[in-house]
């Protein structure tokens, strides 16, 4: 069965900063997987998603991510963190059929 | 514009009363999702419907119901017999026409507390 893991529920880092979020997913076949975004109060939004083209993803808002099979991850980098940014982010992995299963989602904040 | 749109934004019930919360999509779609988000767990899913007349339950069904009678219309009615209603109710479309690497796209959601 696929599963996905955010590590860290919480990250913080300074505006200007690297920020890098992780996610590691477990799947049987070949993995279709996203990165969503979530403001307070509000639906999700897709940042960007892996369809098996470019293992590298650029997405909006000057996020990517790399998919790396060997190391099963799929990490979400943006270089230069916002305060814009701070919100919070869900990796997600579709394997078959019509489910789509949800990390439990990385609170990013963003330091002045 | 196409979207999602759910009514209502906050949803306030007495305990023993059944709710319906509503989820429209104009982007035509042909699957439809609805998610429950408590803090610290995701997103689980309730139901989801791949077309018209036609739904399965997902992971956490118990105490929830849905129908699917037009293809932009998903309700989702929250029956007395959930034990813990109190949560934030996400909504999701998705066109499956090049198969599984489309995203979903999600409603505003509904905050559903239960008094």
């Known amino acids: 069965a696929q599963s996905v893991t955010q590590l860290g529920s919480h990250v913080s880092v300074s505006e200007g900063a690297l920020v890098l979020l992780r996610c590691n997913y477990s799947?049987?076949?070949?993995?279709?997987l996203f990165w969503y975004v979530q403001y307070p109060n509000q639906g999700l939004q897709l940042l960007l998603k892996y369809t098996s083209a470019a293992t590298l993803v650029k997405g909006i808002n000057g996020f990517e991510a790399e998919f790396k099979k060997s190391e099963t991850s799929f990490h979400l980098t943006k270089p230069s963190a916002h305060m814009s940014d701070a919100a919070e982010y869900f990796c997600?992995?579709?394997?078959?059929?019509?489910?789509?299963?949800f990390g439990a989602g990385t609170r990013l904040f963003v330091k002045a | 514009d196409g979207g999602i749109t759910q009514s209502p934004k906050y949803l306030f019930r007495k305990e023993g009363q059944n709710v319906t919360l509503s989820c429209e999509q104009n982007l035509n779609h042909d699957a439809m999702y609805w998610y429950r988000q408590d803090p610290g767990q995701g997103l689980r899913l309730i139901y989801y419907?791949?077309?018209?007349?036609?739904?399965q339950k997902g992971d956490i069904a118990e105490g929830y119901s849905v129908s699917r009678e037009k293809k932009e219309s998903f309700p989702l009615t929250v029956t007395s017999a959930q034990k813990n209603p109190t949560a934030f109710y996400l909504c999701?479309?998705?066109?499956?026409?090049?198969?599984?690497?489309?995203?979903?796209?999600f409603g505003p959601g509904t905050r559903l507390t239960v008094l």
């Open positions: 799947s049987s076949v070949p993995p279709y």
């Open positions: 997600a992995v579709r394997t078959g059929g019509f489910k789509t299963i």
């Open positions: 419907s791949q077309i018209v007349n036609d739904f």
């Open positions: 999701a479309s998705s066109t499956e026409t090049s198969g599984r690497r489309n995203e979903q796209f």
